[in-house]
């Protein structure tokens, strides 16, 4: 699943290359797209922004119109220059904005809507969702107050839930945790107002980190002294995630691997320094 900073990142890579430029094609094979872009057409109309919001794209239009785009599991966005050949078949194109440098692509979204500005702020899905960690207001008390609201889950879970805490995924969830030194499986209603700010403090940081990386896509969290620029090798990157049984790197013991409830996500941690 990518996780917030990627698609941060991805969003940041397409305004970069499509803000103030004119559409001059849209292409789509989803219906209730094509029917929009009948109706309104996009083509004419200027690209005025890209912008995250927690695992959404959000690619403004001149003209009230936003294409929302959803990445969960294996959507992904790609940035070609005209004529170039795509790196994905063109069977898993869902929808293609073409500009005069750019041309940019969307893969495999499994949610693809177009929205004015007014059906955007009645989008459940959005609206519904928690404070985005990569967000420059961020709060990390208010976040971990609204985490707070429901004691009744694993921290590891409630770190996944998009309406408590925008933007950490699987891997950041298990990365995070193990920064906080709190156990993954731990009940929400069991952690301390200064457990749980740590924990946002840390998603902050380390999601931070990756945003601001810019030595590629490769998702960076351990800064261990064997670390040396463009060393990309993951397994020497992340503290916990995909370790299970290899060594701690702060106390050696074995990273613990466990299928979380209730979608049985796998989680990874140190039973000796996570508490
Ligand atoms: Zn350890």
């Known amino acids: 699943m990518p996780e917030g900073d990627t698609i941060f990142r991805a969003a940041r890579t397409l305004h970069r290359a499509l ?28 690209v005025d922004s890209v912008e995250a919001t927690g695992k959404w794209i959000h690619m403004r239009f001149s003209g009230d119109l936003t294409l929302v785009t959803h990445m969960l599991m294996s959507g992904s966005w790609h940035i070609y220059r005209p004529g170039e050949p795509w790196k994905v078949g063109r069977h898993r194109m869902r929808a293609v904005v073409h500009t ?9 979204v499994p ?22 960690v990569l967000a420059a207001g961020f709060d990390a008390e208010a976040a971990a107050a609204r ?18 805490i925008a933007g950490i995924g699987n891997v950041f969830k298990s990365e995070v945790s193990f920064a906080a030194g ?7 209603a069991s952690l301390s107002a200064s457990e749980l700010q740590a924990l946002m403090i840390n998603a ?30 993951p ?26 409830k209730p979608d049985a996500r796998g989680t990874y941690w140190c039973a000796r320094c996570q508490f």
């Open 147 to 164: 985490i707070a609201m429901r004691p009744d889950l694993e921290i590891g879970v409630a770190l996944l839930d998009q309406s408590l």
């Open 182 to 188: 709190v156990n993954p499986f731990r009940m929400v």
């Open 19 to 46: 803000a103030g430029q004119t559409v001059t094609r849209f292409e789509t094979q989803l219906a209730h797209l094509a029917r929009t872009d009948t109706d309104t057409p996009i083509a004419g109309r200027t």
């Open 235 to 260: 397994s020497e990157n992340l503290w916990v995630y995909g370790r299970g049984g290899e060594p701690c790197r702060k106390c050696g013991s074995p990273i613990q691997y466990r299928k979380q």
């Open 204 to 233: 902050r940081r380390l999601l931070l980190a990756n945003v601001t990386d810019n030595s590629g896509d490769g998702i960076v969290t351990y800064f261990g002294l064997r670390r040396t620029t463009g060393r990309s090798d």
């Open 100 to 108: 005069a440098p750019f041309v940019a692509v969307a893969f495999d």
């Open 111 to 132: 949610i693809a809507e177009f929205h004015t500005a007014d059906t955007l702020r009645r989008h459940r899905s959005v609206t519904r969702l928690g404070p985005d």
